[in-house]
């Protein structure tokens, strides 16, 4: 069993500041930040799909490109990445792209989550890569009603 950290609490504040941030652009509230090796925050990001008319511009992605272009490498070796929701296959697959050693997430996604909840992509051991250490549910009830308060005001 994984113990959270208050290190993992904070950095999971710090996602949902980029989260909320995402309202402004009637975006899914998602933030993510991703972390080096010392705990630094190296890249942010929010959903930006409807501010930027871009499919793949989910927060996990925002932060990995920020993350890289301040290392000036794709490779996140030793870095973890901490987003409100549990990650989309897309995001997974970026995740597993960057060589992210762990990934900590807030609320569960039980219709697209894949790092547990549908399919557990992050952890697959078919594939070349894997996340080492996987975090959920990390201020789970504050990350999701974030979530249920901007969808339920849209029905």
Same mark, same amino acid.
Not at 67 to 79: I, N
Not at 121 to 132: D, I, S, T
């Given at each position: 069993?994984?113990?959270?950290?208050?290190?993992?609490?904070?950095?999971?504040?710090?996602?949902? $500041?980029?989260? =909320?941030? #995402? /309202?402004?652009?009637?975006?899914?509230? &998602?933030?993510?930040?991703?972390?080096?090796?010392?705990?630094?925050?190296?890249?942010? !990001?929010?959903?930006?799909?409807?501010?930027? #008319?871009?499919?793949?511009?989910?927060?996990?992605?925002?932060? *990995?490109?920020?993350?890289?272009?301040? =290392? !000036?490498?794709?490779?996140?070796?030793? +870095?973890?990445?901490?987003?409100? @929701?549990?990650? +989309? &296959? *897309?995001?997974? !697959?970026?995740? @597993?792209?960057?060589?992210?050693?762990?990934?900590? %997430?807030?609320?569960?996604?039980?219709? #697209?989550?894949?790092? !547990?909840? $549908?399919?557990? /992509? /992050?952890?697959? =051991?078919? @594939?070349?890569?894997?996340?080492?250490? $996987? $975090?959920?549910?990390?201020?789970?009830?504050?990350?999701?009603?974030? @979530?249920?308060?901007? %969808?339920?005001?849209? =029905?």
């Amino acid at each position: 069993m994984t113990t959270v950290t208050e290190s993992d609490r904070a950095a999971m504040a710090a996602a949902l $500041v980029e989260a =909320r941030a #995402a /309202l402004a652009s009637d975006d899914v509230p &998602v933030g993510a930040i991703v972390l080096d090796e010392a705990g630094a925050i190296i890249g942010r !990001g929010r959903n930006e799909r409807e501010k930027g #008319a871009d499919p793949t511009a989910h927060a996990e992605v925002v932060a *990995l490109r920020q993350a890289a272009a301040s =290392r !000036g490498d794709w490779q996140l070796s030793g +870095c973890t990445l901490v987003v409100t @929701l549990e990650p +989309c &296959v *897309l995001c997974a !697959g970026a995740i @597993l792209a960057a060589r992210i050693d762990r990934v900590v %997430f807030g609320a569960w996604d039980e219709k #697209a989550g894949a790092a !547990g909840s $549908v399919v557990d /992509l /992050l952890r697959e =051991r078919r @594939l070349p890569h894997r996340v080492g250490e $996987v $975090v959920g549910g990390v201020d789970e009830q504050e990350c999701a009603s974030l @979530l249920a308060a901007f %969808f339920s005001a849209r =029905r």
